[in-house]
């Protein structure tokens, strides 16, 4: 089952839309999208954004899926973590789609007026990634600063991630403590001196 998203640029809001982009048909929830476009920047583009925002929003096709090879250069922990599996897979173009005429589709830019039906949208902006759950409040949501690590464990709820809340993150998983074991000899009763 699909869980269809777009990944966008801002634009100016005069022209109609605060952004425009590409569709992205699977996965599109933030606990996958957030760390690869995290990691991407971080990573493969070295803190280009703009070569970020060519090579996923200006791409010539839509998106089937967002993958692993947007991860390039990470450490080896932060793919482990990611993808635990090891299954490494890449980013695929939907491009098995064709028109009654057999043609291939052209690709859609997704914008405010075409954005129905998605489920979440994400807008590359300058200071961070913007969160819209565009099933809970299409108007915007809450950004995510592009220092966030990519290992970070986001929430999947469209309520938490209004544009007036924080950031919803789930908790580290807490560490283990070790406690000393408790020991199961019998106590010798203390002898008791009477007169």
Sequence with gaps: MSTRSFIARPTDPSTGSRYAGRYCHFDGYPENQLPLLLGALQYRFAGDLEALRRHIVDAPHDWSGLGMDLLEGAPEHVLNALDPHAERFP????????????????????????????????????????????????????????????????????????????????????????????????VTAKSRVTR
């Design 91 to 186: 980013s695929r173009p939907l491009d098995d789609v064709v028109t009654p005429s057999g043609a291939p589709v052209e690709p859609i830019t997704v914008t405010q007026a075409n954005a129905d039906g998605l489920e979440w949208g994400y807008v590359l902006h300058d200071h961070g990634i913007e969160v819209i759950a565009l099933t809970w409040d299409d108007r915007g949501g809450p950004v995510v600063s592009w220092d966030t690590s990519p290992l970070t464990r986001f929430q999947g709820t469209p309520s938490l991630w209004g544009r007036d809340r924080p950031v919803p993150v789930r908790p580290s998983r807490p560490t283990l403590k070790v406690v000393p074991p408790v020991s199961t000899l019998p």
